[in-house]
């Protein structure tokens, strides 16, 4: 049973870069099997490569950039002294 449920981390971390260890303990818990937080850290420390896993800005921007849109609001005066508010959208 041990070495099921170690096989079962390792192959989970391998294939779920961005799952932490409670992630995959609930995945596990979901299957039936009982296996501790610290024992799935344990496991993946020499599956996981050292790189970041996450997204980075760049990627994240590149993948929404159709979707991503600025606003600006500002307020100036005019040549009498009054206030004149302007927006300003840029998609």
């Keep these: 049973m041990a070495l099921i449920k170690r096989m079962a981390a390792v192959q989970a971390a391998r294939e779920n870069t961005t799952w932490g260890a409670e992630r995959i303990r609930g995945e596990l818990n ?20 050292r790189c970041s896993s996450k997204q980075t800005w760049a990627t994240f921007l590149r993948n929404h950039a159709s979707e991503i849109w600025a606003c600006d609001f500002l307020q100036i005066y005019h040549l009498f002294f009054r206030t004149v508010f302007v927006e300003v959208v840029d998609t």
């Design 30 to 49: 979901k299957l039936g099997i009982e296996v501790s937080k610290s024992s799935i850290q344990k496991d993946m420390k020499g599956v996981r490569e």
